[in-house]
Every structure is written in C-alpha cells, then in structure tokens.
C-alpha cells in the first residue's frame, strides 16, 4: 500500500530562520496537499500541487513538487511566531476519494 | 456560509459507557470523512461516506466503531463500550465530490477522553 514519510518529525527554529518540510512517497503521485494545524485547532487546507517540478509561493511559504512526483517539500522564509504549528502532507491513497496524511512536521518558534 | 460544525467539542466519558460524535459537513458537500488524531500524532482514517454510495468503512478500528450519515448530510459517530485506548480528537471533514484532488474542510473535533 501507500507509504508515506514526512520528516523531520519535529524543528525548533529562531524566529526569522528558515524552515523546511519534506514528505516522501513510495509511489508516483498524482497530487499532493498540504495542511496545516495550530495547536490546540484543526487541520487548514494550505495548497494543492499537481505537475511535476510544480513550484508555488504563498508569501514565505514555497511548496515544491518533485519531478519524479515522488516527493514534496514546503519551505518557509524567515520564520515567524504566527507560523508554528504542525504542517502535514496528504497524498492520494488506495482509492479515489482517499488522502493518506502524513505523520506531520511540528514547527516551534523562539521569538 | 459556515463551515464543518462538530458536538459536543468536549466529551469525558467512563469506560464501558458508549459515546455518540456529530458532525455537521458544509452544505452542499456530498463527501463526508472521519478522522482520529491521537495526542501528537497524524491523521487517522475512518470512514468516509459519498452521496447515497455504501460507506468506505475500512478505516474503522473495530466493529465498537460505527457512523451513519443521514440524509445525505449530517453524521454521526457511535463507540460503543468505550475504553481508554479510545481517547482522542475525533475530527470530521467534508469536500465537494470526495475525489482526492479535492480539498478536505475540518471541523473543529471533538476531544474525547475515557477515563
């Protein structure tokens, strides 16, 4: 079945560091969604990505596909306190309706 | 309009009693999900109910677990005999079509703690 791997598992940064997120996945992807939850809320749509090599910017945030759409990576520009939170990855699964989400990368800022 | 609704958004419970989770989807979202985060953890799925389709139930931990979604819109998730292992954020989700491009509204869950 499906695997996917998302590290690091966990990141404390100074705020106004750079962060990074990769997600890893056994088998070609379709697409790819990310996700992010504050804590103590619920997961928020953040982005969808869907051709290879696809790379896409929301502000400090650049997602990036890989050209084997294999792989996934979601990379923020000098962190802020507002950004912490845990960031996951969602893959498609075994079917066409299901999302395979990946074990999450928690993010810590120091003010 | 507003978006996935969920009660009650705190539930403490005894072991052995049997608890009932509401979800309420985003109208007019024919896909409806239910997940279980567990303290720190990812995402776990459940169930997942499309139109008038058979529910995918696959998901479900054991037959102490059970959902049904009336009318095509609100849902409900039953445990029965719940134990300790049980504790956790049950959360709810919905999107348009239930195709997995498509993106996956959260309610805000349901924490759920069995003593």
């Known amino acids: 079945g499906q695997q996917v791997m998302q590290i690091p598992q966990y990141q404390h940064v100074q705020e106004g560091e750079d962060f990074t997120t990769y997600c890893n996945s056994s088998?070609?992807?379709?697409?790819i969604q990310w996700y992010k939850q504050r804590p103590g809320g619920h997961p928020v749509f953040l982005i969808q990505?869907?051709?290879?090599?696809e790379v896409k910017k929301q502000k400090r945030l650049t997602f990036q596909f890989g050209e084997a759409k294999k792989n996934s990576s979601l990379h923020i520009t000098a962190t802020q306190t507002t950004d912490v939170g845990t960031y996951f990855c969602?893959?498609?699964?075994?079917?066409?309706?299901?999302?395979?989400f990946g074990s999450g990368t928690r993010l810590l800022v120091r003010p | 309009g507003a978006g996935v609704s969920q009660s009650p958004s705190n539930k403490v419970t005894e072991k052995g009693k049997d608890v009932e989770l509401r979800c309420d989807p985003i109208?007019?979202?024919?896909?409806l999900y239910w997940y279980r985060q567990s303290l720190g953890q990812g995402l776990e799925f459940l169930i997942y109910?499309?139109?008038?389709?058979?529910?995918?139930k696959s998901g479900l931990p054991s037959d102490r677990f059970s959902a049904e979604r009336t009318g095509g819109s609100v849902s409900t998730l039953t445990i029965q005999r719940t134990q300790q292992e049980d504790s956790a954020v049950y959360l709810c989700?919905?999107?348009?079509?239930?195709?997995?491009?498509?993106?996956?509204?959260f309610g805000p869950g349901t924490r759920l703690t069995v003593l």
């Open positions: 109208s007019g979202h024919t896909a």
């Open positions: 989700a919905s999107s348009l079509g239930g195709l997995n491009y498509n993106e996956q509204f």
């Open positions: 990505l869907v051709k290879s090599g």
């Open positions: 088998t070609t992807l379709s697409n």
């Open positions: 109910f499309q139109g008038n389709s058979a529910p995918d």
């Open positions: 969602a893959l498609p699964g075994d079917s066409s309706y299901k999302l395979i």
